[in-house]
């Protein structure tokens, strides 16, 4: 397509990212490269970061659709999104409830073990009300090692894995630092998986999974997005039948939560009977030079810019504004 028949089809469109949650320094990496990218295409696409400027002057752009690369809180729990639809400026990405479930890993896990995806065993912790002995006590019935985490946190931001029942406070303390709530989730030794999904309902379709094989296990922070020592082997080599399942549990999980636009799924799958289980949906997934959805388009024949398009022509309301007469 011509400049002028993207900007016909788009108008002015604003690039979100930035923002004020702990994953700011990746949403940084994602917006610029999704700037450039719609730019390089003829979008008439300029950046925005809530961090630096209010809503008032979002507003003010007057901007016909927004990209959302903003990461964790404040961007991708349903926060802006519902400001959008109070603008009335179609955004990409799931809607506000969506949003604000898939950001809880904890609601994440109910809804979607509700709709048959299975999740490692769990339990969530009120910061405030847990004592020592709780602690003690979930560690004998969960068995070690477990997985402490701040559940409205992403980016592997707040979490620790604990190997020991005398390393639980620490863990719980450092998961504290981040959230009100700590997620304890009982450990699965095995592959991790990723699954991008995009569209909606009926018409979501899963991307080639990639598989993350990171340095002694430990997917961390610095191994995501700035060492080149993690390995991604994409598509991941599964057998068919395998693959097939795993991308329809993530549709199942993406549908169950409410998703629609794009989205990202988790999963584990458990080394002793090869079990898949669910560990998050990410909703407004990285973009950067690391991450895990550019990476599976571009297997399944779409470049980074081209992706960036897609998403964009899916930016929607969640609910259409009342039409008075």
Known sequence: MTTEQMKKEFGKVGVLFGGRSAEREVSLMSGKGVLAALQSKGVDAHPFDPAERSLAELAAEKFDRVFIALHGRFGEDGS??????????????????ASAIAMDKVITKRVCLSHGVPTPKFTA????????????????????????????????????????AAGMQAGFDLCAKYDDVVLVEQFVKGRELTVPVLGSGRNARALPIVEIIAPQGNYDYEHKYFSDDTQYLCPAPLDAAFTKRV??????????????????????????????????????PGMTGHSLVPMSAKVAGTAYEDLCVEILRMAKLGLKPVQHK
């Open 247 to 284: 991308q329809a549990l993530a549709v199942n999980a993406f549908n169950a939560v409410g998703c629609t636009g794009w989205a990202r799924v988790d999963f584990l799958v458990r080394e002793s009977d090869n079990e898949p289980f669910l560990l998050e949906i990410n909703t407004s």
């Open 125 to 164: 912790l009120e910061v405030e009300a847990t004592t020592p002995e709780q602690l003690q006590a979930i560690a004998a019935e969960f068995g070690m090692p477990l997985m402490l985490k701040a559940p409205h946190e992403g980016s592997t931001i707040g979490i620790a894995k604990v190997e020991t």
């Open 80 to 97: 802006l999104q519902g400001a959008l639809e109070q603008l009335g400026i179609p955004y990409t990405g799931p809607g506000v409830m």
